[in-house]
């Protein structure tokens, strides 16, 4: 491009010439960095703004204040009932039977239903818990919850296991 300028005399210049292939002079359409810049994020930013919204928290459905409340219900009744034996979604009797997602659909329990079903009634050396439990031997021997009490039950165990168990405390305040 120098060769050019000194060719035709020109010692300032605004746009540079550059000589093609058929050795003819033209001028070089000069492209500012930042024009190309802005180019690349505008197409860039429709597929980046898809993915975020997707991904982010802001994305899932709203929560009312019925829901929050039964969210509540189902984490007390869950420090009462559970949380001996399943303290931050573990197991200590029976480790490879957490609350984790995993675990849960490992072992076939990873829909609410199923949870309720093995609250209510029990599994293996899990206690059930429901007024009606049967046989007597495979049941708790404390207090017996009522079929919505182990439904709130089977809704937060299913939300905080989706959630990978986040601290209930930190939920509450």
């Known amino acids: 491009m120098k060769m050019a300028f000194l060719i035709s005399g020109c010692t300032r210049h605004t746009q540079p010439l550059s000589i093609n292939k058929d050795n003819v002079m033209r001028e070089e359409k000069h492209v500012p960095r930042r024009a190309i810049e802005v180019k690349f994020f505008k197409r860039l930013a429709p597929p980046l703004v898809a993915a975020f919204l997707v991904l982010s928290p802001i994305s899932t459905t709203p929560?009312?204040?019925a829901q929050i409340v039964d969210i509540q219900r189902g984490g007390t009744l869950f420090r009462q009932a559970c949380i001996g034996c399943h303290d931050a979604?573990?197991?200590?009797?029976q480790p490879a039977s957490t609350l984790f997602t995993k675990d849960l659909q490992?072992?076939?329990?990873?829909t609410e239903e199923a949870i309720y079903r093995v609250t209510?009634?029990?599994?293996g050396r899990m206690p059930g818990f429901g007024k009606e439990c049967m046989p007597?031997?495979?049941c708790t021997f404390g207090a017996r919850l009522g079929d919505e009490e182990i439904k709130l039950l089977a809704e937060?165990?299913?939300l905080q296991a989706d959630q990978g168990w986040p601290s209930i405390e930190t939920r509450e305040k």
């Open 63 to 65: 929560v009312s204040g």
């Open 156 to 158: 937060f165990v299913k």
């Open 89 to 93: 979604g573990g197991n200590i009797i």
């Open 106 to 110: 490992r072992n076939g329990v990873d």
């Open 120 to 123: 209510y009634y029990g599994k």
């Open 136 to 138: 007597r031997g495979q």
